[in-house]
């Protein structure tokens, strides 16, 4: 099963992603992840991607498609696999679909979770993560069991630095002018089904498990 989650920062994509991975038993592939663990680890690929993430844009798609394209042709993503915050631009979509075309086949599913703008900025000023092992809390909503500790690998959680409100912003104004089209993209490729990320997480699980099956 090959699925792209679509949707704005913040709407829950790592969440539901890092849930439907371990269901369905295929690897989790998110760009933020990777980027974030070259910066922490600092990478050449993490300081350029680093000089973007901060200012709430989009790292350049020739830094992200090969990235991508490499990484699920490996052993691993052989049963399927789960994108999360890729593609995010037109040009990473051709990419993607490419890539899947020379080797003969496609995704399965786009599952945009959709969270009107209003409520994300309220999501992300609580979102503490962890940067060890990619799990995502929120202090209200979602929170750990421990304070500040992650409950899967017991790592200390931050606060992301590209959550401060005016970065959220730009985030946000980003996802509308250059993400927003691959609705239409996966629409028009007959995949794309959406999901109401507005209601509790296991809820909008649920919705998501009904459209994958089993
Ligand atoms: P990335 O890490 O992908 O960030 P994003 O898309 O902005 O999305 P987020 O991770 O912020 O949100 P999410 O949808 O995963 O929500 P989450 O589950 O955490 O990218 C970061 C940056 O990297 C980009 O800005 C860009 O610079 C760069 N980048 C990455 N990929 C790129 C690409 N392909 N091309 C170019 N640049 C790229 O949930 C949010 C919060 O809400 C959490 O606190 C969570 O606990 C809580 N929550 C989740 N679900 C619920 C619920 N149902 N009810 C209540 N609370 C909930
Ligand atoms: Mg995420």
């Known amino acids: 099963m090959k699925i792209i989650m679509l949707g704005a920062p913040g709407a829950g994509k790592g969440t539901q992603a890092q849930k439907i991975a371990a269901k369905y038993d295929i690897p989790h592939i998110s760009t933020g992840d990777i980027f974030r663990a070259n910066i922490k680890n600092n990478t050449e690929l993490g300081k350029k991607a680093k000089e973007y993430m901060d200012q709430g844009l989009l790292v350049p798609d020739e830094l992200t498609c090969d990235l991508v394209t490499d990484r699920i042709q490996q052993d691993d993503c052989k049963n399927g696999f789960i994108l999360d915050g890729f593609p995010r631009t037109i040009p990473q979509a051709e990419a993607l679909t490419n890539a899947l075309n020379k ?71 980003v996802y509308h002018e250059q993400t927003q089209p691959l609705i239409d993209y996966y629409k028009k490729a007959g995949i794309l089904k959406t999901v109401d990320g507005t209601k509790d997480l296991e809820d909008v699980f649920k919705s998501i498990t009904d459209i994958l099956g089993a």
């Open 103 to 173: 080797l003969g086949t496609a995704m399965d599913y786009a599952i945009d979770v959709d969270v009107p703008d209003e409520n994300i900025v309220n999501r992300m000023s609580g979102r503490r993560a962890c940067l060890k092992c990619g799990a995502t809390y929120h202090i209200v909503t979602i929170p750990p069991k421990k304070e500040g500790i992650c409950d899967k690998c017991g790592a200390e959680l931050v606060q992301r630095e590209d959550d401060a409100p005016e970065t959220v912003q730009k985030r946000l104004t």
